[in-house]
């Protein structure tokens, strides 16, 4: 029976590996979108640089070398710490932006109760579930939702609306007049979520970049142990006579260093260099040479991250108004990091190996078997996650593939009724919650207590044959 079980579980496990293999070698291919076909090629020594740097994290596997290629090309700018795209992806968000917190909290209709120390533009009407709320989250109905909208026309003012959710300006679109019979239309038409607000007047110095968009700074920043930090920025600049600033409408990409200065050279959707924008405004020295109010924005990022300090990476899209104040318009929690990588350099500078080495390196693990476990490997232990075998005494390895064994994860022996000894090496230093809960039969639990840490509350509930004492002891590492 425990050899099939085996068979069973490796072959499941084989499967899942193939699975992510596929999923990983289709986001490699990504790395390819700000590419050309006569960049220059990395020389052995860069190669040696890069293998150099990343040799510490060759557990999550070998890294590729397009990106690197493809960001110094761009950029001008060679450095091993660039970061891939598919890494970005696979590694790094999953840590920083927990998608338990992603879904709600990057929603447009909800940004304003979650962020309150930061201007943003003001909303008129939003729609979520299909129930129509005021600015101030009052429901109210259809009708008065039309009403407050022609209002806001009427006066004069231009009003845009959002589907909420929707990424890279889809489905956004400008009224500067219309009837409530077209609202309603409207209105229909974008369905269950969205939001209405009034159009921004922005600072006429970044308006000159293109009049017909809403010209924002794409500023990525980082929550690193409670502290809030600017990592890079960047002008996103509309195409002519399109609306959205969106790089992929035809737009350009301007650096911005974090002085607030910018680079004297844009990159076009066709990813060549310009010195001069469509709309004719130079960059650089005598042009558009620095973001005006960057101090604002900075600011008014940093009063927003802290509201949402979970979100430990984020990509704000930030607009400068005709009062000179910075308006927070979207927080992206799925930022395309390469965007400031082509420009700036390296997104993560300075910060980069302690990024990687806190958020991701201690914290990726690999699904593993033996015939006995079920076990999570990291770069330097092992973690127990579940039994694979119904024999009535097990004894945990100290070691496994040379890793030592420092854990016994929740439930990993839980609800084994046939088990009774278990004996577990000096290197176990946590036990996880419930980890033998239900173990009826278990009479003796051997572990070191010197080196035993912290053990998760109900570890050993109803295991009935276990020494009163001896539980006592294991509540006091609680």
């Not at 994290?57 to 690197?68: L, N, S």
């Not at 239309?185 to 979520?193: A, S």
């Not at 899209?317 to 308006?327: M, S």
Request: proline content about 4%; glycine content about 6%.
């Amino acid at each position: 029976m425990d050899i099939l079980d085996y068979k069973i579980r490796k072959r499941n496990l084989e499967i899942e590996q193939k699975e992510w293999d596929a999923v990983l070698n289709i986001a490699k291919k990504e790395e390819k979108f700000y590419a050309l076909s006569d960049d220059q090629a990395l020389s052995e020594e860069q190669k040696q640089q890069i293998d150099a740097f990343w040799k510490k994290y060759e557990f999550m596997g070998k890294i590729d070398y397009t990106a690197f290629q493809t960001f110094y090309n761009r950029s001008g700018i060679f450095d091993p710490r660039y970061v891939p795209h598919y890494f970005t992806k696979f590694f790094i968000r999953p840590f920083t932006a927990p998608e338990k917190y992603c879904t709600a909290f990057q929603n447009k209709a909800y940004l304003p109760k979650l962020i309150t120390g930061a201007k943003q533009p003001e909303t008129i009407v939003r729609r979520v579930e299909g129930i129509y709320y005021n600015g101030d989250f009052r429901r109210i109905e259809e009708r008065e939702a039309i009403a407050l909208c022609m209002s806001v026309l009427d006066g004069g003012r231009e009003i845009v609306v959002k589907p909420s959710g929707m990424a890279g300006g889809k489905g956004v679109e400008f009224f500067s007049s219309s009837t409530p019979e077209e609202l309603k239309k409207v209105f229909r038409k974008k369905g269950q979520l969205f939001v209405v607000q009034k159009a921004i007047h922005q600072h006429p110095e970044m308006a000159k970049l293109n009049q017909s968009t809403v010209n924002t700074v794409r500023l990525t920043t980082f929550m690193y142990k409670g502290k809030f930090i600017p990592l890079a920025a960047l002008i996103k600049v509309g195409a002519p006579s399109v609306r959205v600033d969106n790089y992929k409408h035809g737009g350009c990409l301007i650096g911005v260093n974090l002085d607030g200065s910018v680079l004297p050279w844009a990159l076009n959707i066709d990813r060549q260099r310009i010195s001069e924008l469509p709309s004719g405004i130079k960059l650089g020295e005598g042009g558009f040479d620095s973001v005006p109010c960057f101090d604002n924005v900075l600011a008014a990022a940093e009063r927003a991250h802290y509201d949402i300090p979970k979100i430990k990476l984020i990509s704000w899209d930030i607009a400068i108004d005709d009062e000179n104040e910075a308006e927070i318009i979207e927080a992206n929690f799925g930022g395309d990091l390469r965007m400031h990588q082509v420009l700036t350099g390296p997104v993560f500078g300075d910060m980069t190996e302690k990024i990687l080495d806190y958020y991701v390196l201690r914290k990726f693990k690999r699904k593993r078997i033996t015939r006995e476990f079920d076990y999570d490997e990291y770069h330097d232990h092992i973690v127990i996650t579940k039994m694979g075998t119904e024999k009535s005494k097990i004894c945990v390895p100290a070691q496994i593939q040379g890793k030592p064994v420092t854990e016994v994860g929740p439930y990993a022996f839980a609800y084994h009724k046939e088990l009774k000894e278990v004996e577990l090496p000096d290197s176990i230093v946590r036990i996880g919650e419930h980890a033998f809960f239900g173990c009826v039969t278990m009479h003796t639990l051997k572990v070191n207590m010197k080196t035993l840490k912290k053990v998760e509350k109900s570890a050993v509930n109803r295991c009935y044959k276990l020494d009163k004492a001896f539980k006592d002891k294991l509540s006091e590492k609680e």
